[in-house]
């Protein structure tokens, strides 16, 4: 499942291929996404021309020239995958999770430009793709989240207080996309065990120090995330031929049994469930 840093990068593979071309042709194979795509889809791409693509939390924003937005969400599995006529070029994913090279099924939407398409794939079909009529509907769409952990308003102020009277995990405040966008699973469990933070602490019993390293090692991890490329579970490479590296970095995510990679520390990984997801953590250091 991408998270904010697989994300990232499918958003700037995207923006050195399509920033300021024109579309010219959309084709849908398959409407039964996550949300269904409306009819007027369509139309309402063909000819726009692409400003700028950004990104919030999980969702990469196309800025058109006429003030209009798509928003794209990979959902599960969605993968975007770039095909340049007359080319075999073999790998195709703008990222490096999933399918190297373009699957045979599950191409749902074909985006057609001059000389290349980008094709959105997407097995289990829980991502979308939403029109935005204009930038203030664009703001209300986000208006129910956190800040990212980039954000200057993911402040020690705001960490603190919103934890202050509430009685559930901190592992789980990490994945609540209404507190900080864009942490997922794998790194929520990473940005703890730097912490020093058990996963199963309550909100309620974090002092400032705790929040303080909260917001310190969520930014610090998802930065060195992004530059190393994200994390390459199975061994796939993005369309420069690059490998997310942050895998290799791991110090507790998908370690159970292992020792503490914390010097001094004999404590073992751990595994748990907590609120359906696993967290992994050290016995040992993590109070
Ligand atoms: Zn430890």
Do not use: W
């Not at 196309?62 to 095909?83: D, E, Q, Y």
């Not at 959105?120 to 079909?125: L, S, V």
């Amino acid at each position: 499942m991408p998270e904010l840093p697989e994300v990232e990068i499918v958003k700037q593979s995207l923006e050195k291929k399509i920033k300021l071309k024109k579309i010219k042709k959309v084709i849908i194979k398959n409407r039964n996404l996550r949300f269904k795509i409306p009819v007027n889809f369509e139309n309402f791409l063909r000819s726009a021309i692409i400003k700028k693509i950004t990104r919030f939390s999980k969702y990469i924003i196309l800025h058109f020239l006429n003030g209009s937005f798509c928003i794209i969400h990979l959902g599960m599995s969605g993968t975007i995958h770039l095909i340049k006529k007359n080319k075999k070029i073999k790998i195709t994913n703008t990222s490096f999770y999933n399918s190297p090279n373009l699957p045979e099924k599950h191409n749902h939407i074909e985006i057609k430009f001059n000389n290349f398409s980008i094709v959105y794939n997407d097995p289990r079909r829980f991502g979308f793709f939403e029109i935005i009529k204009n930038k203030e509907e664009l703001n209300k769409r986000f208006s129910h989240f956190g800040p990212e952990p980039f954000s200057k308003s993911f402040d020690l102020k705001y960490v603190h207080n919103y934890l202050k009277k509430k009685k559930k995990n901190i592992k789980s405040f990490l994945l609540d996309q209404k507190f900080v966008s864009g942490i997922g699973n794998i790194y929520a469990s990473e940005i703890l065990f730097l912490c020093k933070i058990n996963p199963q602490k309550k909100g309620k019993n974090l002092n400032q120090t705790e929040c303080k390293k909260i917001i310190y090692f969520s930014k610090l991890v998802l930065k060195k995330a992004i530059k190393l490329g994200g994390s390459t579970i199975r061994d796939f490479k993005n369309i420069s031929g690059n490998k997310g590296l942050f895998q290799n970095e791991f110090k507790v995510y998908q370690r159970e049994y292992l020792n503490c990679l914390n010097r001094d520390c004999l404590g073992k990984i751990k595994k748990k469930t907590l609120s359906k997801r696993s967290a992994f953590f050290c016995n040992k250091c993590q109070k």
